[in-house]
């Protein structure tokens, strides 16, 4: 009895159709990785809930990695689909797409949490210096004695 090691297993249907599906994993593991900024946005909001709109340097720490998360990962997109791609030469446009548009939603749920802390000018009363006075449409005095 001569027990050696095989690095290659012989060739059989059931070795060729677990190919075929190894091949077809790399868009559904695309999509997944698309929708893994989706995955965070729950979380985020429960965690925008529980800070409340008081400016605290734990708040403001907290927005600012809503922002700075979302857009590294916008930065290391190609980084992030470049394993994918390593398997095969498809582009995966469409799920990159769709990596961009749910971090740029995480960068809005910021910056909604920003306008309700106060933070983003978005009232009149913010730009109450910038406002030309009202002309005023009579005038009034105070009864003078003579």
């Known amino acids: 009895l001569s027990l050696s090691f095989s690095p290659r297993p012989p060739a059989s249907p059931l070795h060729a159709s677990s190919l075929h599906l190894c091949s077809s994993r790399g868009p559904q593991r695309a999509w997944n990785i698309a929708l893994s900024p989706a995955k965070a946005i729950p979380m985020n909001m429960l965690m925008m809930w529980m800070m409340g709109s008081s400016l605290t340097i734990w708040t403001i ?40 548009l749910m971090n740029l939603l995480g960068v809005a749920l910021g910056m909604y949490k920003c306008a309700s802390m106060g933070l983003i000018p978005n009232t009149p009363s913010d730009w109450l210096e910038f406002m030309a006075p009202g002309e005023r449409a009579e005038y009034s005095s105070p009864g003078l004695a003579f």
């Open 61 to 100: 720490m907290m927005v600012g990695m809503m922002f700075v998360t979302p857009v590294n990962s916008m930065l290391s997109m190609e980084k992030t689909f470049a394993r994918l791609n390593q398997d095969s030469n498809e582009s995966y446009l469409w799920q990159k797409c769709l990596f961009v």
